[in-house]
């Protein structure tokens, strides 16, 4: 959740996982033998949300510490691979070039706005569609529950 709706709508996480676990029908059949074995604790995940710079003289960032967390689904274990994967190719260019400056590492943010801008734009705007059409989202995920198409399409989307 947005920590601005956090605030705005005065949420308490905690108490609204145990409700979703406990009193959601498709989610609470799958905790049915679960039991809580240490307090309940949150953290922030730094989503993907503008084009940030991800390089400058000497450095590169990759995952969470650019900021390449998936902003619809939470996820950023790929993400992260992958930037870091580009990181040590543009490392390996940089080391045959003796060249370790900001303009040349500009390259690297090229490669992460190429390869991965794309795809998380689409799930930037699916972000904002849920946040502002919540009961669309809703009505998309009962249908889900009826038709194995449309859960693969939300999966896909989301996952
Ligand atoms: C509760 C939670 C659930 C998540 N679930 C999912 C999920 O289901 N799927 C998914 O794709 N993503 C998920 N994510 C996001 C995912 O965990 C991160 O996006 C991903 O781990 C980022 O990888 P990273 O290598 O950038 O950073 P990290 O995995 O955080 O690795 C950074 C490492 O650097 C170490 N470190 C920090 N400071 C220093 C220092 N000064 N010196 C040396 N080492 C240091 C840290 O100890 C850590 O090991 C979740 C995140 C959270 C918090």
């Not at 949420?11 to 609204?16: H, M, S």
């Not at 949300?49 to 619809?72: E, W």
Request: net charge positive; aromatic share 8%; proline share 3%.
């Amino acid at each position: 959740m947005p920590s601005a709706a956090v605030t705005r709508n005065k949420t308490d996480l905690r108490k609204e996982l145990l409700r979703v676990i406990e009193k959601v029908p498709y989610i609470s059949q799958r905790f049915l033998k679960a039991e809580l074995t240490s307090e309940i604790r949150g953290s922030l995940l730094p989503l993907w949300a503008r084009k940030n710079p991800v390089s400058g003289n000497r450095l590169m960032l990759c995952g969470d510490a650019a900021s390449l967390i998936n902003p619809a689904s939470g996820a950023g274990i790929g993400q992260a691979m992958q930037s870091g994967r580009f990181a040590g190719w543009q490392a390996l260019k940089c080391f045959e070039k003796n060249d370790f400056s900001a303009k040349y590492l500009k390259n690297y943010d090229n490669t992460i706005r190429e390869k991965l801008w794309k795809e998380n734009r689409q799930h930037l705007l699916l972000r904002e569609l849920v946040l502002k059409n919540a009961w669309i989202f809703n009505s998309f995920v009962s249908a889900g529950q009826k038709n194995k198409s449309i859960s693969n399409m939300i999966l896909q989307h989301l996952g």
